[in-house]
């Protein structure tokens, strides 16, 4: 076939990039490096209107081992211990075809975990879809929630944590962010640069077949009417295979034959390749009449941009092809010597002994276009005055149970009941908590994860969404008892050709850098999902922050359960009754517009280290963050989860208690002490000024407010935990 | 006491059971699928997972794998044989334990704590046990048993019916039946009571940082009824 312009644009290329192609290389590229050219330069691999600005994120940290731009981000959790982790998007796949776009991007990004020599320990996700009310829904999250269980139950790693909410924005881009945490000896992390000339390149796991050619081109492209005919481009996923490739990599990583690693993610066996080959600054040699094939004559083209899953490619030491693939053999796998790393700094490409492509590699890596996109700065928008009569005909306990219904604060059981979340038997503390918990096994040591979002904050003013997503991760993990280390982030946008939704970019970034640096909670591993957008309408900025802490002796791990009756809730940090944006807002006044609350990072940092000194002194019994809803949300969450109750103290505080229970304020959390501890407790906040009240005292099981709400613990897990499981079941 | 588990490609709670094992006294050691002798043992686990990807049936494929002549060999002389989830399911595939595991009722993957009655302690997993109901966690998509009307009378009438799902009281009725098995069957025996299968996954339970302790019961009654 001969290429042409229109056959390059068909690829997804656009017409002056095409051009570039064509004087970079002197000549037409044929078809094969066409498809390998529109691979590397599509959005989701190149990077090309996001990587001016990623460079902006704050990435260093004393326990940082790897930050972005390996396969996942490193950290140092003592001893001879690291985590790897990172989060991923499979925002498209999933909306065309829900179980498998869920369940691959589980299995995808487990790949790239164990790929690091790490055990996979622990899988979070961060999942969005549309309105309830839409036709769509209620099927994309029964398939989402069975691919992500599909997957992960069977490999076998429980899933810990994660968030899920509903907006109209995603009625035409649900969202499925992917995050998986894994274990490795600090000794033996494998990385994806190889190294050497002439050293055999390896082709293991699954057999490549039809399924997902240029996957990661649709996932750089905007969707339409016809997007049911993309079905075939997305991936088919075997969780089996994973499993095997899984112990199978382990097994040969113990002995000393890996150079370098790479998973045959997005763009398959081209990413990889080129890669690895560029890493190391060498050129590669495939010959691909030698890679496993599921289907009969595929062609160079097919097997070059098959996204087919459970594959690896690995450069080898010479001379251990034989021990390698005895392990593969074990675990039947296939095992192929499909080429070997050279000098030349091209990739070169044979099938039945013709060569089919020959492209040096800076064309594709470091030629590859990046655009500095137009971007528009947000404004701060308006304070709004909420007059008095607005409140005047509200109940508190109507307020109060209206909200605890609401699809994004109501319980998710029926989600994570779904995940396999206890197998290997260190799972501390479950889903529903302010983070997941599992233990390191055989230690002492705990690592707490949670995923964050907060698009309607984005929404108003991308600044400020930015820098609350990173503090929330970060006061979700210090109220666990653990110590925050560092964060992932996956970054769901709309069409970065608009300069509405780069702006949003732009700024989000910045908000996320001003915080993570503030907090010293660096990003070392994330990534980028843009052209989330259907038929011009485009999602709410969504960027997911994945945080990741160290709890030192598990044994003081903190949850939000009361424990016991006569103790003393307080509420840390200033509540100054901020209502727009708030969940308040916008259901109960019906209001969507204002500023998000406001961030003060002083205050953030301050409230959320002296909460950790107090969990160090043993001075705290349960601990939670207050979030969406407030006050009133975060208390009935802690006395549900417990099945006790409270009796609220009557408001010392001037403002409106409408302001007071349901405002967002950030850098507030919700404390429960020992009421003999309470002068201990009270010292330590005032030494370090921070601002608190005392909310009220722990009873038996009634959820009680002056003359103003008398609801036993019952109405409030009625009004929790119902609306899911119908929603479902009708 | 000595133990093995068996490792099936797939199986995931491999790990899980030999600590289990380990920590309540068992010298356990792990047995591969391809293997056709097993080691001298007082005790065989079948551990859960997805053996073989369960693509085809749960446990079928693993049903007929090397090892299982013979573990069932060993279970037809008498050896104790435990099969949790998948390896109850395995067991049922063997034929060493009557009765299917369908999908659940309500057609979704289950993972949580149950609470299970025990029906019979004339056997080696509970005699002499300290609790009559236990609190244990299961994690599962096929556990919903089923058998045939005339097998289910035969069952009965040996007393075969391990365990059963109930509630914290130790109600057996349809609210506390989390998968619609029948007759709130979690596990059973074959009729000698050397082979127990049984869905709810004791070794997940065995400290109390964990969902719950009632896993520790249940070894350590093993391991004192073994010595």
């Known amino acids: 076939m001969e290429v042409n312009e229109k056959i390059a644009i068909d690829h997804g290329l656009k017409k002056e990039e095409f051009k570039k192609i064509c004087t970079l290389l002197k000549r037409v590229p044929n078809i094969t490096e066409l498809g390998i050219f529109s691979a590397m330069w599509n959005e989701h691999c190149s990077y090309k209107s996001s990587r001016k600005h990623l460079k902006n994120l704050h990435t260093k940290g004393k326990k940082v081992i790897q930050g972005p731009g390996e396969n996942a981000g490193v950290i140092d959790i003592g001893d001879d211990d690291a985590i790897v982790f990172k989060i991923e998007s499979h925002n498209h796949p999933s909306f065309i075809e829900p179980y498998q776009g869920a369940a691959t991007g589980v299995g995808g990004i487990m790949r790239d975990v164990f790929t690091m020599g790490a055990r996979p320990i622990a899988n979070l996700n961060s999942i969005h879809f549309g309105s309830p009310q839409h036709k769509k829904t209620k099927n994309l999250l029964r398939g989402v929630v069975r691919g992500i269980g599909g997957y992960g139950n069977c490999i076998g790693v429980p899933t810990i944590a994660g968030q899920t909410s509903f907006d109209e924005s995603y009625n035409g881009n649900i969202l499925v962010n992917a995050m998986t945490l894994g274990l490795v000896d600090k000794k033996k992390i494998f990385y994806s640069k190889a190294a050497g000339i002439d050293k055999p390149v390896i082709y293991v796991g699954s057999k490549t077949g039809r399924d997902g050619i240029h996957g990661a081109s649709m996932a750089s492209a905007i969707f339409d009417d016809k997007i049911e005919e993309k079905k075939p481009t997305v991936q088919v996923g075997d969780p089996f295979t994973e499993k095997l490739l899984l112990e199978a990599c382990l097994e040969l990583m113990e002995d000393n034959s890996i150079i370098a690693i790479q998973d045959m993610g997005a763009a398959g066996l081209t990413s990889s390749s080129v890669e690895m080959a560029s890493k190391g600054k060498l050129g590669i040699e495939l010959d691909l009449s030698k890679v496993p094939c599921r289907e009969e004559k595929m062609t160079p083209y097919e097997i070059m941009l098959s996204e087919s899953q459970e594959r690896m490619l690995i450069v080898l030491e010479n001379g251990k092809e034989k021990s390698a693939k005895k392990i593969f053999d074990k675990w039947n796998l296939d095992f192929a010597v499909i080429g070997k790393t050279t000098n030349t700094k091209k990739i070169e490409i044979n099938f039945n002994k013709k060569k089919v492509a020959d492209i040096p590699l800076n064309l594709l890596s470091e030629n590859a276009p990046i655009y500095d996109r137009k971007w528009k700065k947000n404004k701060l928008p308006q304070k709004i005055k909420f007059k008095k009569q607005v409140f005047k005909s509200l109940k508190l306990s109507d307020c109060l149970k209206k909200l605890l219904m609401h699809p994004n604060i109501c319980d998710k059981q029926w989600i994570w009941e779904q995940y396999d979340h206890t197998v290997m038997g260190d799972t501390i503390q479950k889903p529903g908590g302010d983070a997941g918990v599992v233990r390191v096994h055989g230690t002492e040591k705990a690592i707490a994860a949670s995923v964050d979002s907060s698009a309607l904050y984005c929404h108003a003013h991308p600044l400020t969404g930015g820098k609350q997503v990173v503090c929330e991760s970060w006061r979700n993990i210090i109220s666990v008892g653990a110590e925050p280390i560092a964060i992932t982030n996956c970054l769901n946008f709309g069409n970065p050709e608009k300069d509405e939704n780069m702006g949003e970019f732009v700024e989000c970034i910045q908000g996320i850098s001003e915080a993570s640096k503030y907090l010293d909670y660096p990003v070392v591993s994330g990534n980028v999902s843009f052209y989330n957008e259907t038929k011009d309408k485009g999602i709410k900025p969504t960027p997911s922050i994945g945080g990741v802490g160290l709890i030192k002796n598990y044994k003081k791990m903190i949850s939000m359960e009361l424990k016991k009756e006569g103790n003393l809730i307080l509420v840390i940090g200033k509540t100054e009754g901020h209502l727009e944006q708030t969940i308040f807002a916008r259901e109960i006044l019906s209001e969507k517009k204002g500023p998000p609350p406001e961030i003060n990072l002083f205050n953030e940092k301050n409230n959320g280290l002296t909460i950790s000194k107090l969990i160090k002194d043993n001075l705290i019994e349960s601990c939670h963050d207050v979030s969406l809803g407030g ?100 | 006491m000595k133990s093995s588990v068996i490792i099936f490609p797939g199986s995931n709670c491999d790990r899980d059971m030999d600590v289990a094992l380990k920590k309540f006294g068992f010298n356990n050691q792990m047995v591969w699928h391809n293997d056709t002798e097993l080691p001298k043992s007082d005790l065989i686990v079948l551990p859960g997972g997805f053996s073989y990807g369960d693509y085809l049936r749960c446990g079928s494929i693993a049903g007929k794998s090397k090892i299982i002549n013979s573990v069932i060999e060993y279970a037809k002389s008498g050896g104790l044989v435990l099969g949790i989830c998948n390896g109850f399911q395995i067991l049922t595939e063997t034929g060493l334990l009557p009765g299917v595991l369908q999908q659940n009722k309500y057609l979704e993957f289950i993972c949580k704590n149950v609470h299970v009655k025990i029906n019979d302690t004339k056997n080696k997993y509970f005699k002499n046990i300290k609790k009559e109901i236990l609190e244990l966690h299961i994690a599962h998509n096929e556990g919903n048993y089923f058998c045939s009307s005339n097998e289910l009378k035969l069952i009965e009438d040996n007393n075969q019916i391990a365990v059963t799902y109930c509630n914290k009281d130790g109600t057996c009725d349809n609210n506390s039946n989390p998968n619609g098995a029948l007759k709130n069957i979690a596990g059973i025996f074959n009729k000698n009571k050397n082979i127990l299968g049984m869905m709810p996954h004791p070794e997940r339970m065995i400290d109390k940082y964990l969902s719950g302790e009632d896993g520790s019961i249940f070894f350590e009654n093993l391991i004192g009824n073994l010595n």
């Open chain 1, 631 to 730: 006050i009133l949300i975060a208390t009935s969450k802690m006395c549900i989860k417990s099945k006790k109750g409270i009796k609220i103290n009557n408001l010392k505080n001037l403002i409106n208690k409408f302001e007071y229970f349901f405002s967002e304020d950030q850098g507030r959390y919700l404390v429960e002490i020992n009421k003999d501890n309470f002068k201990k407790v009270e010292k330590v906040l005032i030494d370090n000024s921070v601002h608190f009240d005392e909310l009220g005292v722990v009873n038996d099981n009634k959820f009680l407010f002056s003359d103003e709400i008398d609801l036993s613990i019952e109405d409030l897990i009625k009004a929790y935990n119902n609306w899911l499981k119908k929603y479902m079941v009708n």
